[in-house]
């Protein structure tokens, strides 16, 4: 959720490598206005012999063009074509860029997806709910067991908790579940030609076509999300090429594997090199006195300061003194505060959203045994518990309305299938988890 940097670490069998200088930006691709320079191609006939035409490649001629054939998309092949001038200008070899290129073709639903993103807005209490389920936490509990000995490795090389780590791994791609299917070439190839916001993903595809040819992975395994989003933790590709590592010591940088060690390690030097202090919470829910002004909340203060103006945890006790923190009132004065410090946000630097952060820090914590949070939201509706959800995911899904899983997470998918079930039977379309949609669905 930034500047992008591209420059390959040395890998260092046996031991991680250091890491590249700063990044000042998340791993969330952003809007960048500009194009790149696009230069001439010949395109040819789909139904001459490309073998016959190809000329051969010289490393040392990095502006040679190549021969394309056109298929249903002739413009975007000669895109790929000048696009493989700017790619060997770039170090790439031509021999790297026509395996990853071949077999890649325009990717309409792709832009789709891109131009055509669905917008929820979905409070905070709502966001947590499905962040922190009572099945993710499980399941990260499990995946903590499962891989401890990792993890625990982890935490002693970067001094990033273990249960922080397993957290964002289980926001990213549910511990493992949804890494991506979709060829990462022919996903960014597609983003880069379409335009909107073709400089950032032509860099993208740069980095990508780099990791190639630094031969930690082949194309056929280089695969993510439509957006680029690669690995057990979504990195980037220019992400990938700053803070990857090879923590196994197999030469490569691994972040696809079955084994997610490297993933979790790369994730853990991010949020190292952002400064992240080891044994500091992400935050502290709190309970703030009455009259308390939501303007002072944003002042940095340690936590026996803030308990000198009446600002204390849960147990009525001063906060102890982890380093100075601001208040957060993700729901202003009605609902729940959380004392903040300063690894909420190195987290915020993974994706900059407070949501997020909060997603992360409390699944770590749910993960890690701690408690639920206890102050109440104001959220204008009567919830359902994690059992009725599910329920109401099975009603709506026996209804014939799109739910792909029965998990008793409020996501994009299950909202809709709410509001389509609302709007069948006249109701207003709020796609609230509410006890009573769930009376409705048991009526209709």
Not at 183 to 204: H, V
Not at 238 to 259: E, P, Q
Not at 329 to 355: C, E, H, T, W
Request: without cysteine.
């Amino acid at each position: 959720m930034r500047a992008v940097y591209i420059g390959l670490l040395s890998v260092l069998i046996g031991a991680p490598p250091v890491l590249a200088g700063a990044v000042d930006q998340s791993l969330r691709p952003q809007m960048r206005p500009g194009s790149g320079l696009i230069t001439a191609a010949v395109v040819v006939s789909s139904d001459v012999p490309v073998r016959s035409l190809r000329p051969q490649l010289r490393p040392a001629d990095v502006s040679e063009t190549a021969i394309v054939p056109v298929n249903a998309n002739p413009r975007f092949d000669t895109w790929v074509a000048g696009f493989r001038g700017r790619a060997l200008s770039q170090g790439i070899s031509g021999q790297v860029f026509d395996r990853a290129f071949r077999g890649v073709t325009f990717n309409p639903d792709i832009v789709s997806k891109d131009r055509n993103q669905s917008e929820f807005k979905r409070e905070i209490w709502d966001y947590l709910d499905s962040a922190v389920s009572p099945i993710r936490v499980n399941n990260g509990q499990e995946a903590l067991r499962k891989h401890r000995r990792a993890l625990e490795r982890i935490e002693a090389h970067y001094g990033v908790e273990k249960e922080v780590v397993a957290a964002v791994w289980g926001m990213e791609s549910t511990y493992g579940e949804r890494l991506g299917d979709l060829p990462l070439i022919q996903s960014l190839a597609t983003l880069a030609y379409d335009g909107r916001r073709g400089a950032f993903f032509e860099k993208q595809l740069i980095a990508a076509l780099q990791i190639l040819q630094s031969g930690d992975v082949t194309p056929e395994n280089m695969k993510g999300s439509w957006a680029g989003a690669m690995g057990h933790t979504q990195f980037m590709p220019t992400s990938y090429l700053a803070y990857a590592v090879d923590f196994t010591g197999d030469g490569k940088r691994d972040i696809w594997s079955d084994n997610p060690t490297d993933a979790l390690a790369s994730t853990a030097a991010y949020l190292k090199r952002f400064g992240w202090t080891k044994g500091q919470p992400w935050g502290v829910e709190v309970q703030v006195p009455r009259g308390f002004s939501a303007a002072a909340a944003k002042a940095k203060r340690l936590p026996s300061q803030w308990a000198a103006q009446g600002v204390v945890g849960m147990d009525g006790r001063a906060v102890r003194d982890f380093g100075t923190a601001s208040i957060l009132l993700p729901a202003g004065l009605q609902g729940p505060a959380f004392m903040v410090f300063d690894n909420f946000g190195v987290i915020k630097r993974y994706n900059n959203s407070d949501a997020y952060a909060m997603g992360v820090g409390h699944l770590s914590d749910r993960i890690g045994g701690g408690p639920e949070i206890r102050g109440a939201w104001p959220r204008g509706y009567n919830p359902l518990s994690f059992d009725e959800k599910m329920d109401m995911q099975r009603r709506l899904q026996r209804k014939g309305f799109a739910i792909e899983k029965i998990d008793g997470i409020i996501g994009p998918n299950t909202i809709n299938a709410i509001r389509a079930f609302q709007q069948s039977v006249g109701v207003t379309p709020d796609g609230l988890p509410s006890q009573e949609l769930l009376a409705l669905l048991k009526r209709s």
